[in-house]
């Protein structure tokens, strides 16, 4: 099966910069999306950034022009590049992947665990 473990999380300042990884693991046959989610207490899951297979790129107009998703196609891994940091963006932020894969290759809808990022001084 195909797993995907976060990382980069952790505590940032507000104009300062964090980034997050997500290593993806397991057979991997096509790739349709990477997508970034965050989701702060009380409040509903919002997608921030995504990557399609082909290279498209798009982000919430929230994060746009501070926050960059990218992938090294040699490492199976996807980074959220953060920059310019404020406090609203402190929430638990998780990658996701819509995939083809696994040993019985199949459509496959996969979630990292979450990393948390704090912005505060």
């Known amino acids: 099966q195909v797993q995907l473990v976060e990382s980069g999380g952790g505590l940032g300042q507000p104009g300062g910069s964090l980034r997050l990884s997500c290593a993806a693991s397991g057979s991997i046959f096509k790739v349709y999306a990477i997508n970034w989610y965050r989701q702060a207490p009380g409040k509903q899951r919002e997608l921030v950034a995504a990557?399609?297979?082909?290279?498209?790129?798009d982000y919430a107009d929230s994060v746009k022009g501070r926050f960059t998703i990218s992938i090294d196609n040699a490492k199976n891994t996807v980074y959220l590049q953060m920059n310019s940091l404020k406090p609203e963006d402190t929430a638990v932020y998780y990658c996701?992947?819509?995939?083809?894969?696994?040993?019985?290759?199949?459509?496959?809808?996969?979630w990292g665990q979450g990393t948390l990022v704090t912005v505060s001084s």
């Open positions: 996701h992947a819509d995939l083809l894969g696994g040993r019985q290759v199949q459509r496959l809808d996969v």
């Open positions: 990557v399609t297979g082909g290279g498209s790129t």
